[in-house]
């Protein structure tokens, strides 16, 4: 079909999952399908899946974590676009019609746009952070090399279109955080034509829940960061990145493998991703990176685009 499909996994999120999906059902361009895959829930999930029963198509994950939920939706998806989405976040109302005009339009592989951090509070919105990708990647640099050099984007702020991620691997199903990097890695690798569409953008939301998790599994996301790491590191033949770009990815690596030194981390696994000269590599990162980020008052390098207009975020949340 010629539409979207809308892929969600969703765990013990169902009062989220109900404002998510709701703003889904009033975007300008109603997704052709919401496929939600519950990853073995246990907060009462089946009341919103009884309200929303003529609106999405639910499904039980085959298997555990965001990786496999998004697999299964992927195999059922029939939209000749893919939105990937996460079960708390937000749209503002034209990003979906916006993107697929853009991927319509141009033949590019995937739409990408800005997205913001926020929490929403009893008196309004508040923001948590500037507005990244608030421009687009300049044409420099390959998708691949701005990955290796630190640029990331939330899937969410992408449009895919799904033959052409039908040609990559399917995403990892053993990673329950940074699986959405590699992922994206991968899809690097295949050159895809990318296409920017400014302002409509991703409010990703950020709730105690999520602060909870973040702080009882900081080591385990340090680790699953390192897995994904050394994986794209075993990648980095099969890419025509630039020799600066690797050195600068190398200095990244070495910089996670400190911080997992420093926590007591049994890091012998990874030993053979770090060599001695990585982390000569890590001085000239952390050089490279203070430098970005001193260019644009942000914790962000110019790659990511940011914004930090306070105007702009509030004209964005009015929109919601």
Not at 48 to 74: E, H, Q, S
Not at 119 to 148: C, P, R, Y
Not at 167 to 181: M, R
């Amino acid at each position: 079909m010629g539409g979207v499909s809308v892929i969600i996994p969703v765990k013990n999120r169902a009062e989220l999952l109900r404002k998510t999906l709701d703003n889904l059902l009033a975007q300008s361009k109603k997704p052709e399908e919401i496929i939600v895959v519950d990853d073995h829930s246990t907060d009462g999930i089946q009341l919103v899946i009884f309200d929303y029963i003529t609106d999405c198509i639910f499904l039980n994950n085959k298997g555990k974590g965001p990786g496999a939920a998004r697999n299964l939706g992927l195999s059922v998806a029939t939209g000749k676009y893919i939105q990937f989405f996460d079960s708390d976040d937000l749209l503002t109302p034209q990003k979906i019609e916006k993107q697929f005009d853009a991927l319509e339009s141009s033949g590019a592989d995937m739409a990408y746009g800005p997205y913001v951090q926020a929490t929403e509070t009893d008196t309004g919105w508040l923001q948590k952070d500037v507005i990244m990708q608030w421009e687009g990647f300049d044409n420099a640099h390959s998708l691949t090399e701005w990955m290796l050099r630190g640029w990331n984007i939330l899937t969410q702020a992408c449009l895919f279109r799904k033959d052409f991620i039908d040609k990559g691997l399917p995403w990892n199903e053993q990673l329950i955080t940074h699986e959405d990097y590699l992922y994206l890695f991968k899809l690097s690798l295949l050159d895809p034509k990318c296409v920017f569409v400014p302002e409509e953008t991703v409010i990703y939301r950020q709730h105690g829940q999520q602060s909870t998790d973040h702080q009882t599994h900081n080591m385990a996301r340090a680790q699953d960061k390192m897995e994904v790491l050394s994986e794209i590191r075993s990648l980095l033949p099969e890419s025509n990145a630039d020799f600066f770009s690797k050195i600068l990815f190398k200095g990244r690596m070495a910089q996670n493998y400190k911080f997992l030194e420093k926590q007591g981390v049994d890091k012998r696994r990874y030993s053979g991703f770090v060599s001695p000269m990585d982390f000569v590599f890590e001085t000239i990162y952390r050089i490279y990176n203070n430098r970005m980020r001193n260019a644009t008052g942000t914790l962000w390098e110019p790659m990511h685009g940011p914004n930090g207009s306070k105007e702009i975020f509030q004209k964005l949340i009015k929109t919601l």
